[in-house]
């Protein structure tokens, strides 16, 4: 079974750019998270969907949004890019959110798409 | 407003010793704690969890260890082995699924 596939893995911005990430869960998962990863910070939350509809939501500005397609394939998008913004973002999918039949849904995460943002 | 903090970013410990990782929480509402490890260049992968009804949960040489009045989770590996070499989240979770990390502590584990 194939993992998570996060595409681009790098990528070079400058501010004020915006940028799209897309992730591709594994086949069957239709849970998607979105974490921004930075050096001190940990992992952050961005937001997740399941089944096209975003069920969670971290503290981000509004430049930060996503969606899910009907494949459970998922994009997010920054706008107005911002120094800040440079970071590791990583995407993780588990077959449904949260718990399911008393056991935690682990989540699965791709390699991450490194964005610098010059 | 940070709830959950690993406090130690990174830990040295000889092969074959062991390695203890803590982590400290603030929400009470916590149904599942666990573990990833990170390798540079590789998403985190799931270690262990445990849920909140139990204080202890045993993989092999990875136990671990829930203190619910301190509020407090610990990871210890043993014997360390030098692949065991990561950087180490924790992470917590209510029943919606939503995964808080923590910072991240960087166990280097010498031969």
């Known amino acids: 079974k194939a993992g998570v596939t996060q595409t681009p893995r790098y990528l070079i911005k400058t501010r004020g750019q915006q940028v799209t990430l897309s992730c591709s869960p594994i086949?069957?998962?239709?849970?998607v998270s979105w974490y921004q990863q930075t050096p001190g910070q940990g992992l952050q939350f961005l937001f997740e969907?399941?089944?096209?509809?975003?069920?969670n939501k971290g503290n981000f500005p509004g430049r930060f949004s996503g969606r899910q397609f009907s494949n459970s394939r998922s994009e997010m998008n920054v706008s107005t890019l911002e120094l800040g913004d440079s970071a590791l973002y990583l995407c993780?999918?588990?077959?449904?959110?949260?718990?399911?039949?008393?056991?935690?849904?682990?989540?699965?995460f791709g390699p991450g798409t490194r964005l610098t943002v010059l | 407003d940070q709830q959950v903090k690993q406090n130690s970013p990174s830990l040295s410990v000889q092969e074959g010793r062991i390695s203890i990782l803590n982590c400290d929480y603030t929400?009470?509402?916590?149904?599942?704690f666990l573990w990833y490890k990170k390798y540079p260049a590789e998403g985190p992968t799931f270690l262990i969890s445990?849920?909140?009804?139990?204080d202890k949960n045993e993989d092999g040489r990875f136990t671990v260890f829930l203190n619910k009045s301190a509020k407090h989770l610990s990871l210890h590996i043993v014997p360390s082995q030098p692949g065991d070499s990561a950087v180490y989240f924790c992470?917590?979770?209510?029943?919606?699924?939503?995964?808080?990390f923590g910072q991240g502590t960087t166990l280097q584990v010498k031969p």
């Open positions: 993780a999918s588990s077959p449904t959110p949260g718990l399911a039949g008393g056991s935690y849904n682990e989540q699965f």
């Open positions: 969907y399941f089944s096209e509809t975003q069920r």
């Open positions: 992470a917590f979770s209510s029943n919606t699924g939503k995964l808080i």
């Open positions: 445990i849920s909140s009804i139990k």
């Open positions: 929400n009470s509402m916590f149904d599942y």
């Open positions: 086949s069957g998962h239709r849970s």
